[in-house]
């Protein structure tokens, strides 16, 4: 009996062994390979060395224009984002309202509620994009604004991409200055019923997640 149990007691320690040697072992990006070239967003090809030795592809979009760019950027964390977004609002005779977009979305085809957004242009300072959108996406003149995020990733197993989150103090000039492929309704909602309008409205989730974030650290 005493021998079972240390044929036992030996099993688990070598199992407790293999267990925690495996536990050190980390995945490893062994090169990357730009699949694609365009001009705002590509394909990137990335192989992996997993924790028990085998490799495996993985593909991902990155809006890095070189795999040199890319390989810098996974070095370490960088606090200038690829994109701002921006919760903007406005005060109206004692009352706050929040101003939402309503924009066709490619990728799903439909329009969708969500907050001004865009990138930031090389060497463009991020709070100059986000203030630089406003005024394209809404006509907005900017009276104060505030970051509320770092730079982050709002999809790491699609995406590398970075985005930063603002709320703005606007005043609404009615001129937008839109693009070609930009199809933008504003749309005014008084902040006390800003979970009412969210109910049953398709919205970009981080915009979402900032208005409801507004809504609780504004209302009374």
Known sequence: MIVNFYNHFSFYIVCGIIFLWGKGQIMKILKVKKATDYKYLNLYLATLKLPNGKEK?????????????????????????????????????GKIYVVFIRQFRPPIGRSVYEFPAGLVDEGEDYVVAAKRELKEEIGAVVKSIKQVSNAGYPSTGLSNESIACFVANVELTGKQELEDMEEIEIVKVELKDVFKFLKDRECCVISELLAKLFYYENIK
Do not use: H
């Not at 991902?60 to 370490?76: D, G, I, P, Y």
């Open 57 to 93: 592809e993985y593909q991902f979009a990155s809006r890095n224009k070189t795999e040199k760019a890319l390989l810098n950027n996974m070095k370490k964390w960088t606090k200038k984002p690829d994109a701002v977004k921006i919760l903007p609002y406005t005060e109206e005779n």
